[in-house]
């Protein structure tokens, strides 16, 4: 066998997989989560800037999710609330970013509490428990 039958051999077996995948793609009627089911929103990821020596910043980044405990009416208005989410846990990070060095170690503990504050003033319901994934200062 050549390389020109191989290639072409190659070629029309993705598009193959190509088609096939995305005929697989349109059959699926149900949006994919990212993660956590149904009560959980992922939020996206946080990153503010912190002091770091000679004049440079440094960063802190947050992984936050959200949990509902089952309620997806409450899951449903936590979706429709992250960008005003968002906002809020970008405010909160940053003042306390801005008392971080490099070499500073970050409090979890504060962070969940300031941040499940900022929660239940926007969201004026409680149920909602705010879960911190990874959390990298840099």
């Known amino acids: 066998m050549n390389r020109r039958d191989l290639l072409r051999w190659q070629l029309s077996a993705f598009t193959l997989l190509a088609a096939g995948g995305s005929a697989s793609h349109t059959l699926a009627s149900a949006p994919k989560k990212k993660g956590g089911g149904a009560d959980f929103v992922q939020m996206p990821l946080l990153t503010v800037f912190t002091k770091a020596r000679g004049g440079k910043h440094g960063t802190l980044t947050v992984e936050v999710g959200l949990d509902t405990n089952k309620n997806e009416k ?37 962070l969940t509490r300031e941040l499940q504050t900022a929660t239940d003033a926007i969201i004026k319901q409680k149920g909602v428990k705010v879960l911190l994934g990874s959390v990298v200062l840099a």
């Open 74 to 110: 409450l899951a449903e208005t936590l979706s429709k609330s992250v960008p005003r989410l968002r906002d809020a846990y970008v405010a909160r990070l940053q003042a306390y970013a801005m008392g971080l060095t490099a070499s500073s170690v970050v409090d979890l503990d504060y």
